[in-house]
């Protein structure tokens, strides 16, 4: 069995901004019994102990948490390499500078659009001019600077835009995530989900800054699963690399797995990393390759995919079993075909949904609904 | 952007002998006792280092080229390493681990 090696720290679910494909669960004004200081201390110790050296701070929002500093200084004490996963809103020039003498490594701040109505719609904040004023400052203050911008069919035709600002604004890396259909994504995948000529296009634009960007500025390219015929390598291997903590300190191997029904996720409140690690039904549940049906189950590739994504394959399927229907052997690849053609179909204003946005009342009707029998 | 920094020179391209190299400000060099390893950290990224490889990058703390391998032949009792080591740092220098400078 290997060990954690990245330790993702959900530290909220709070968050200012509305971004209608926030991986966060529908229900997350349910799971707000946050972890205190103190128990967030023991997690990173804990982890660190096991061998884990990588640590996200992430949310929701992780700059609502007043204790970011102390957490900070805990990580680095610790020689964690810390990164802060932040929708950059709310930080200031007196916060990047305690974060950094607390001795955090890197900041990532996400756009949402090169263009200011859209990254405010987008937000559902108006958020723009303060984000681009952040993205300097963490420049300014010696930060590698890492922007993430979420690629979908709002912004997908902005590409060229996207890249030229990452230019401007100096980043060191640039992560163009295309849209994962997980949460509130899943839930407005119909208004979010490009057709495949615009990926190819806004592919092609990416490749060309690529080239052209070498050694200034590294650029990673989420790929749109969607459109390939095998899975992404979740998560490394269910249970080898990474570890998510929920803000209610619920053990995850890997951020969405809350939605598999009858995990049994362990919290940390109750049990040590090492036993949630090692001797947790859920850890174990997808480990190695013994719980994997037809076809993955005699298929050559394996160990290279371990059969995708867990959550994708219940999302999907109904059974978290199941191969990733993504996989072009996958008998239920149909569904993710017939997805795109339902998201491609129509999507004029007139007549489609208008996008649910990430926020507290929209969650409180998921959780109304998880609730009430159907 | 007239607040940010110059970059450095030659932040890739050609291993130049008169420069200064230095480590990069934006990764981290670090001894891993679960991995009994050095490790290059960096945003969202690690990169395990096999024991010369890490001999080589904490040597370089400003010194020139040609000071480093003196260093490492003396430190290994060895000779003709210029090569080798060479061969490294410009790997290192296109993966943005180390930097070069004039002055
Ligand atoms: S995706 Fe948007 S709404 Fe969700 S946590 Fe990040 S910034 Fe907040
Ligand atoms: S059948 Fe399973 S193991 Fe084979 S490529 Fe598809 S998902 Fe991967």
Redesign the interface.
Known sequence: MT?P?WLLAELTYRCPLQCPYCSNPLDYVAHSNELTTDEWKRVFSEARA??A??L?LSGGEPLIRPDLPELVQHARNL?Y?S?LISSGYGLDEPKIVALKSAGL??I?ISIQSPEKTLNDFLAGTESFEHKKAVA?LI??H?Y?M?LCVVIHRQNIHQMREILDMAV?L?A??LELANCQYYGWALLNRDQLLPTQAQFIEAEAIAQEYKTRM???M?IYYVVPDYYEDRPKACMNGWGTTFLTIAPDGQALPCHEARVLPGLNCPNVRDYSIQTIWEDSPAFNRFRGDAWMPEPCQSCPEKHKDFGGCRCQAYLMTGDMYATDPVCGLSADRAKIDAAIAAANKDHTAATSRPLVFRHSRNSKIFVEKSQSPH | ?S??PP?PTG???QLRSDCRLRFS??H?L?W?D??QKY?I??????VELNPSAAEILKLCDGRSLDALVAALEAQFNASELKNDVTEFLEVAL?N?WIRQHDD
């Open positions: 060990k090696r096991m061998g050296v990588q996200g020689g390499y990164n490594d890197h990532q300097h420049k300014r010696g590698p890492v401007e100096g060191d890396y070498a050694g200034k590294k | 952007m607040d940010t970059p932040n890739h391209g400000p934006l981290r670090q891993e679960a991995q490790v950290l960096y945003p969202e990224g690690m296109a943005g």
